[in-house]
């Protein structure tokens, strides 16, 4: 068993706490934003595209890489641009359209 | 500056964008904070994307950009579409997300043969494994909500077995390669065989059940980033995926509740094949219609309206309408609220995004909860293109296959008013009891005309 292992599952048991007692707290208004959210911030996986794509390697490699740099990097800017666009909708009774 | 520095300073960044991220989950609580959430997200994942451009392993930058402003051109568009695609662009962002996660974790087996250890093999196959499928059985979900594909469940004899069989050999191929990592030539095959699976977990499935689809195909997307993060031993990437996990995890139990089915029900029962009881007794049953001025007259006389909206009012297009009927009795003093079923949409909050679209005020927006407990107070219960949700026989009819689901109780109103094309049954396919009460007036037509029709008879009625 690698060194890191245990380590790393601390992590992962810790931030599924954190995960779920801050997700618990999400509005069901915004259920949609909140999916559209995780998955902009799931989209982090583009640092470790991004080194197997750039990195000393085979060309299988740094093409697997480089596609998973797109991929990954779209979620990234379409799910940010997304959920921001609809967290602007959401407005209260009274004030009207900025 | 020394490879050591370096590395802390990667570091450093690394954690601090983890704490932004946590953050920014923790502003989306309200809406009146959560767009600061997405802001920390934002400057967290930039953070972390341009330290990464500083690590001593990168020799070759052109690919990297290249695939970089590829995604931007992909992302934009997506993240411009219109509110009613949002769900088939979620399922499409879990596809690629899927997609990016296992594409390292090929890379990575082949980087690392012929050095690699037992341990390492187990991680990695379970990662490219549950990738593989997510990347398939979300593409098929965005096809189902995209309506490429057939949005009732597909199924045959025997469906479920072939399904395990195949998973089962994903697992067995597993196997294999952990004992012998170097049998190369199994790999793509298990790669292929769980690609297979994918599609073969969500093509059964129905349209009415891909809120807790896409939920579920989230939290395997979380799952896919963090075996990621144990296999390259990266913390961020355990991070985000555990947060990502758990909160596809819990929606998916959410949608669960709201349609009183569990897990393996949801995968392995399609739904909505089922007309049995209702049949016979439909004959000598009457319901009563109205114009839209009758309509009109019975709303512009309450004091309390609940509207109930599904999806086939945004089918219907027919919020805009919905929102000047909301301004034009808002106006005169009644007081109207938005009743929403967690499982109205084809997402988790999908309909909470297409009332706010349309300017309807979030405080006005209220849940199931507290829909039902307002509902025998309520003078008018308005239902636009939502049907199954507000059906009795979820708790009154024991042989219904909705039975046990929890419902918005419009039958406790004092008066029902459905808008609908015809008496067709619902999206699962089955007979609403709701149409035949005393209590409950249809209003034939098309949502958005019959909406139309009313606001411009009370807006031209005078009492005011």
Same mark, same amino acid.
């Given at each position: 068993m690698p060194a890191g292992f245990i380590s790393n599952l601390y992590v992962f048991i810790l931030a599924g706490f954190v995960g779920f007692e801050v997700i618990r707290r999400v509005s069901p208004l915004l259920h949609t934003p909140l999916m559209a959210l995780t998955n902009a911030l799931d989209a982090i996986v583009v640092v470790a595209a991004i080194i197997i794509a750039g990195r000393e390697g085979t060309k299988l490699s740094a093409i697997l890489g480089a596609i998973a740099v797109a991929a990954a990097f779209s979620n990234m800017v379409g799910g940010f641009l997304i959920t921001d666009r609809m967290l602007r909708m959401f407005k209260l009774s009274g004030r009207k359209k900025q | 500056m020394t490879p050591l520095t370096l590395q802390y300073l990667t570091d450093f960044a690394y954690i601090i964008a983890v704490a932004l991220f946590i953050l920014s989950l923790k502003w989306l609580s309200s809406p009146a904070t959560a767009r600061h959430g997405v802001l920390a997200g934002e400057i967290g994942a930039a953070m972390a994307v341009v330290t990464t %451009? %500083?690590?001593?392993?990168?020799?070759? %930058?052109k690919w990297i950009l290249i695939a970089l402003l590829l995604g931007t051109m992909i992302g934009i568009p997506l993240g411009l579409v219109h509110m009613t695609a949002v769900p088939q662009r979620t399922a499409m962002s879990h596809a690629f997300g899927a997609l990016a996660a296992a594409l390292i974790g090929i890379s990575e087996y082949y980087m690392r043969i012929p050095h690699i250890t037992k341990f390492e093999m187990t991680e990695i196959a379970l990662e490219v494994i549950i990738g593989s499928l997510s990347f398939t059985g979300s593409l098929i979900a965005a096809g189902k909500l995209q309506e490429l594909l057939p949005q009732r469940p597909i199924t045959y004899k025997g469906q479920n077995y072939v399904s395990l069989s195949v998973l089962g050999a994903a697992v067995l191929i597993a196997l294999v390669l952990i004992v012998h990592p170097l049998y190369t030539f199994f790999f793509p095959c298990m790669v292929a065989i769980s690609l297979i699976f994918g599609v073969l977990l969500v093509t059964p499935i129905g349209g009415a059940d891909m809120p807790t689809v896409i939920s579920l195909l989230n939290s395997y997307v979380g799952l896919t980033a963090a075996l990621l993060g144990f296999v390259l031993n990266s913390k961020v990437l355990v991070v985000a995926g555990a947060l990502d996990g758990s909160s596809g995890f819990i929606l998916s139990v959410i949608m669960c509740k709201a349609m009183n089915r569990s897990f393996t029900n949801v995968i392995f029962g399609a739904f909505g094949k089922l007309q049995v009881s209702a049949a016979a007794e439909k004959e000598d049953r009457t319901v009563r219609s109205a114009s839209p001025e009758e309509a009109a007259a019975i709303l512009g006389a309450a004091n309390t309206v609940i509207v109930v909206p599904g999806y086939g009012m945004a089918v219907a297009q027919a919020q805009h309408k919905v929102r000047e009927l909301f301004d034009v009795l808002s106006k005169k003093g009644i007081d109207v609220k938005f009743g929403i079923h967690p499982v109205a949409g084809r997402m988790p909050g999908h309909m909470n995004v297409l009332l706010a679209e349309a300017d309807i005020p979030y405080d006005r927006l209220i849940d199931m909860e507290t829909a039902n407990s307002e509902m025998p107070q309520t003078d008018v219960a308005l239902i636009i293109g939502a049907n199954d949700v507000t059906n009795p026989a979820a708790k009154t009819d024991e042989g219904s296959p909705i039975y046990g689901m929890p419902i918005i109780e419009v039958d406790n109103a004092r008066t029902v008013m459905v808008i609908k094309r015809s008496l067709n049954p619902g999206f699962a396919g089955i007979d609403n009891s709701l149409y035949y009460m005393e209590k409950t007036l249809m209003l034939f037509g098309d949502a958005k005309a019959f909406v139309g029709d009313i606001v411009r008879e009370l807006a031209g009625g005078g009492h005011a």
């Open positions: - | %451009f %500083f690590n001593p392993e990168l020799v070759q %930058f």
